[in-house]
C-alpha cells in the first residue's frame, strides 16, 4: 500500500483563490516532498521539509509537517490557471537508502 | 540546465518482445529510478540503484530487470513485454546526500503501450 495518501483526490477552485492538499503517511520519515506533474509529463520537484521543521515557505507555496499526526499539507496562494497540475506527496523513510515513495495524488483545476 | 533524458517519449511493442527504456543523466546523481505509474495506483517503483552495477528491487520487480554500467545511464529492461506493462514509465534520479534539498529530478516520461 501507499505511504503517503493525499486528500482530496480532485480539487477545483476559481483563479485567484487558495487551495489546500493534505497528506497523510504511515511510518517515520526523514523528509516528505511535494511534487507537480502536468498533464503526461515526468514530475517536479517543489519543496522539501524535514522531520525536524514544522513549516517551509517557497513563493506562493505553503508546506507545514505535523510528525505527531503523520501528516502534512501544501497550500497554494493566490491561485493561477497554471497552477492546474497534479500534486504528489512523497516520503523519504528514516534509515536506509533514499527511498522516496509517492502518493497517488492530487488532481488541482484552477478555472480562470 | 541540468536534466534527465529517457530516450523515447511514446514507445509501442509487441507483446513478447524485448524492451529497453533508456534514461540518462547529466547531474552526476549517484541515485537513479525507474518508476511505472499508472491511474489511480500513483507512482510505484521498479528499481533502483544507488551505484555503478548496483541495483535494488523496488515495489513491483517482477517482469522488469536494469542494468547501470556507467554512472550517468539506467537503463530498464522489460525481459518479454506483456499487455500489463503498458503504462507511463517515469525515470529519476537524486544525490546520495539526503541533505540535499534538491528532491528528485525526473525525466519527461516514457508512455510504452505494448499490444
Known amino acids: 500500500s501507499q505511504q503517503g495518501e493525499e486528500d482530496p483526490q480532485a480539487l477545483s477552485i476559481q483563479e485567484g483563490e487558495n487551495a489546500t492538499m493534505n497528506c497523510s503517511y504511515k511510518t517515520s520519515i526523514n523528509n516528505l516532498q511535494w511534487y507537480r506533474q502536468n498533464s503526461g509529463r515526468g514530475l517536479v520537484h517543489l519543496i522539501l521539509i524535514r522531520s525536524n521543521e514544522r513549516e517551509k515557505h517557497s513563493g506562493r507555496l505553503r508546506v507545514t509537517l505535523d510528525t505527531s499526526k503523520k501528516s502534512s499539507s501544501l497550500l497554494i496562494t493566490a491561485s493561477r490557471a497554471a497552477d492546474t497540475a497534479s500534486y504528489f506527496c512523497a516520503t523519504v523513510l528514516s534509515g536506509g537508502y533514499q527511498k522516496v515513495t509517492f502518493g497517488t495524488g492530487t488532481k488541482l483545476q484552477v478555472i480562470p | 540546465d541540468v536534466k534527465v533524458t529517457q530516450s523515447s517519449r511514446y514507445l509501442v511493442k509487441r507483446t513478447g518482445e524485448k524492451v529497453f527504456l533508456e534514461c540518462v543523466q547529466d547531474?552526476?546523481?549517484?541515485?537513479m529510478f525507474w518508476y511505472r505509474q499508472d491511474p489511480g495506483l500513483g507512482l510505484r517503483l521498479i528499481y533502483f540503484s544507488y551505484d555503478v552495477k548496483m541495483k535494488e528491487k523496488g515495489d513491483i520487480p517482477e517482469g522488469y530487470s536494469v542494468s547501470r554500467e556507467k554512472k550517468e545511464r539506467f537503463s530498464l529492461i522489460l525481459e518479454s513485454a506483456s499487455t500489463n506493462q503498458t503504462s507511463m514509465y517515469l525515470c529519476a534520479s537524486s544525490p546520495w546526500d539526503r541533505r540535499s534539498g534538491d528532491g528528485y529530478t525526473f525525466g519527461s516520461g516514457t508512455r510504452l503501450t505494448v499490444v
Open positions: 547531474m552526476d546523481h549517484e541515485n
